[in-house]
């Protein structure tokens, strides 16, 4: 099963490499991970995509929170969440007809187009991973020259909060 | 008052109540060697290689209970220590490693004895720090000695960079730390305990198994009283020796790989499991499918991670171990819970059954030295209150076999990482501990040649530590698998050129005896023993072939061990 794992660690350096390593050492899969400083920039905020067994799952909680910089963590999975992500899709559009068509595709996916050349589009675009996935697939007949995508973020629905 | 890093270290050091610090100088460390050199309050071990340090250190962890200390330098110095600190990891060893680093302004450069120290321990220490500032060094250091002696203990390295400890400030000896980031949990569930208490009652055929945990957690003394209390049979993890005494008639030997018959009889038959401060291990379990099947298992541990990673648990208790087994004694005698006592007689006849296969049993006849019988004998003339250290391999499971430990943290071996060299180095560090005490390394000829250059540190310290070297020519665990499971393809497992370890031990300084026949055992080990300020080298000459008995080979559940 997917789960989305939610940490607040401390915003030392080495703090990434020390999860990175724990997920590398034991042989658990990441799928994405995203860090940033949060609004205390004592701390970050990670959001871990994985996959795994209920047990292993277990695992990788315990695990992750033995880390000494870990403060606290949620597997968003296990209640009601929202997850978002952003890509930046660079594509070839130097024909009219393939411009009007990116630019259709952006607006029904409601991207934004952020950067223009006579020769290229790129778009940026947020949801959830599928409707990246869906918008790549629809834009078969433009040629992708780039793709960022920023990995999964994800907050609790609700008024509770993952905080220290 | 302003003083340099290196001064703040040793302050610090002295504050924090550190006798022994282990090392060995390089340039990195050089401003630290110079202020240990201007203060007398911790003192200084210097070992022969930095491996040892790490050993002595942790030798002296556990027969005290607290952190060693160790200190090297950068590169080298810090590889070096790798393989120590990983030991120290897997046994859960309370330890501090100070690890001296190239300056700030040179890190990354890949400047000389250069290594990415942090980097290269993450995965096998509890915590590490780089301190880039002076300021923030005493505070650093307060939290690796919290880190690495509460909860589950482990090492902490702190890599020290050399401007660090030229550079000056203020210091003041931090009395309190809190740490947002880290809180053990100290008391078990109040819940989860009376359920716990419950099964007991419930059980026909209980069985404690007990680990490191009751030794790391001083909690031996509790888990006498809640065993006597339950009346069920006690067996003990080979890191868990002495946790209960092998004298008392509840205990059942150690279980596992090379543990008796009726452990792991009694394991496969049991219907209620009481693990206490142990995690399940590989050579604990043999086939996990096939360990304790007609089982309830609590499970107590300070460690959430250790809890239904291997094995599921039925009534899960995370806290300190010696919390825990004093709330399940208390909630016993409040509720005036009984246990099933004619069940409990049942379940006594069977386990006395299996005890009178006397699976330990070892042939005596001959004219060669059987290992087992210098170990009985190092029992008998030791009186069993030795502190005994080991190596890694066939005298270390008979070590675990047949010297009988009565007291916790008296028997100290490299039980999880499996370390050759770990004994010489060790016992330096419990002689140190305990100058008193009498000190056996239970050793072979291939594990004593890996920390050898030990031999001159005992020197200069004057460590009357006791080697016993069961000599069988043979790297015995390796042949032994070697003659089980390879056709008795004995692929690099014999050691040929051999030193002459009398010569080799006197050329040190010390004492060296070789020992031939079974008759001479006992009267050379006496001789060793009398021999109360100096270290005797007795290089024991066994039985090439003998093999450790019982064994459950590898993918076998407990109960389908081979006996002989």
Not at chain 2, 115 to 127: A, F, N
Not at chain 2, 180 to 202: D, E, F, M, T, W
Request: with cysteine; hydrophobic share 40%; net charge neutral.
């Amino acid at each position: 099963m997917r789960h989305i794992i939610s940490i607040l660690m401390e915003n030392e350096a080495g703090a990434l490499s020390r999860v990175a390593g724990l997920f590398s050492a034991r042989g658990y899969n990441i799928e994405s991970l995203t860090v940033a400083p949060t609004e205390d920039n004592t701390l970050s905020r990670m959001t871990l995509v994985t996959r795994g067994s209920d047990d292993i799952v277990e695992q990788i909680t315990k695990q992750l929170n033995k880390l000494i910089d870990v403060v606290k963590l949620v597997d968003l999975t296990e209640g009601p969440h929202i997850e978002r992500e952003m890509m930046m899709i660079k594509v070839k559009a130097s024909t009219i007809e393939s411009r009007t068509e990116v630019m259709r595709l952006a607006e029904i996916f409601r991207g934004r187009i952020i950067d223009v050349t006579p020769s290229s589009f790129t778009i940026e675009l947020t949801g959830k991973g599928d409707k990246l996935d869906a918008f790549i697939d629809a834009l078969d007949k433009a040629p992708i020259l780039e793709t960022v995508r920023s990995g999964v973020s994800g907050i609790s629905r609700g008024a509770k909060s993952l905080h220290v | 008052m302003k003083l340099t890093g290196a001064e703040i270290l040793t302050h610090y050091l002295a504050d924090e109540g550190v006798e022994f610090l282990f090392g060995y100088p390089g340039g990195a460390v050089l401003h630290i060697y110079d202020a240990l050199y201007r203060q007398d309050k911790v003192k200084h071990v210097l070992v022969r290689h930095e491996q040892a340090a790490t050993h002595a250190a942790d030798g002296y962890a556990r027969s005290t209970g607290k952190p060693g200390v160790v200190l090297v330098t950068s590169g080298p110095g810090a590889t070096n220590a790798v393989t120590g600190i990983a030991t120290a990891y897997m046994d859960s060893i309370p330890m501090v490693v100070i690890t001296g680093q190239v300056p700030t302004h040179l890190i990354g450069n890949d400047a000389f004895q250069e290594v990415d120290s942090v980097g290269i321990t993450r995965p096998c220490v509890k915590h590490n720090f780089l301190v880039k500032d002076v300021n923030d060094l005493a505070l650093t250091l307060k939290k690796a000695f919290y880190v690495a002696s509460t909860g589950r203990p482990g090492p902490v390295v702190v890599d020290i960079p050399k401007d660090v400890t030229a550079a000056t400030a203020d210091y003041v000896y931090p009395k309190q730390i809190e740490m947002r980031s880290y809180n053990p949990v100290v008391k078990g569930h109040g819940g989860q305990i009376k359920k716990a208490v419950k099964l007991i009652a419930q059980a026909k055929r209980p069985m404690f198994y007990t680990g490191g945990g009751v030794v790391l957690d001083n909690a031996s003394k509790a888990l006498i009283q809640l065993a006597h209390a339950v009346g069920a049979p006690v067996t003990n993890t080979s890191m868990g020796l002495g946790g209960f005494p092998a004298s008392d008639n509840q205990y059942v030997g150690m279980l596992g790989m090379h543990g008796t018959y009726e452990a792991n009889m009694a394991i496969s038959n049991c219907d209620l499991m009481i693990a206490i401060g142990a995690r399940f291990d590989d050579r604990v379990t043999g086939n996990i499918e096939k360990f304790a099947p007609h089982a309830k298992i609590i499970h107590v541990d300070i460690d959430p991670s250790s809890i239904s990673k291997n094995v599921k648990v039925d009534v899960p208790i995370v806290g300190g171990v010696n919390n825990v087994v004093k709330a399940m004694l208390k909630q016993i005698k409040e509720t005036g819970v009984k246990v099933n006592k004619p069940a409990l007689k049942e379940w006594w006849k069977q386990i006395d059954q299996w005890r009178a296969l006397e699976c330990l049993k070892y042939k005596t006849d001959g004219d060669k030295i059987k290992p087992q019988f210098a170990l009985d004998t190092l029992y008998k003339v030791t009186k069993g209150d030795a502190f005994v250290t080991s190596d890694v391999g066939q005298h270390q499971m008979w070590a675990a076999q047949y010297y009988r430990f009565d007291k916790p943290r008296r028997w100290i071996n490299s039980g999880g990482l499996g370390t050759m060299g770990f004994g010489l180095p060790a016992a330096m560090g419990v002689q140190l501990a305990h100058p008193k005490a009498t000190v056996a390394c239970v050793t072979g000829e291939g594990s004593i040649q890996m920390n050898i250059q030990e031999l001159s540190t005992c020197m200069q310290y004057h460590l009357p530590i006791k080697i016993v070297c069961l000599n069988n020519g043979f790297l015995g665990m390796v042949r032994q698998w070697q003659e089980f499971f390879y056709d008795r393809r004995y692929s690099s497992s014999y050691m040929e050129s051999l030193p002459d370890f009398v010569k080799l031990a006197e050329s040190y300084g010390h004492v060296g005896i070789q020992v031939h026949k079974p008759e001479d055992v006992e009267a050379a080990m006496q001789d060793a023993f009398k021999m109360k300020d100096r270290l005797v080298f007795l290089d024991i000459l066994t039985d090439p072939e003998e093999n450790v008995y019982p064994m459950v080979p590898t993918g076998a559940g407990l109960d389908e061990m081979i006996l002989i």
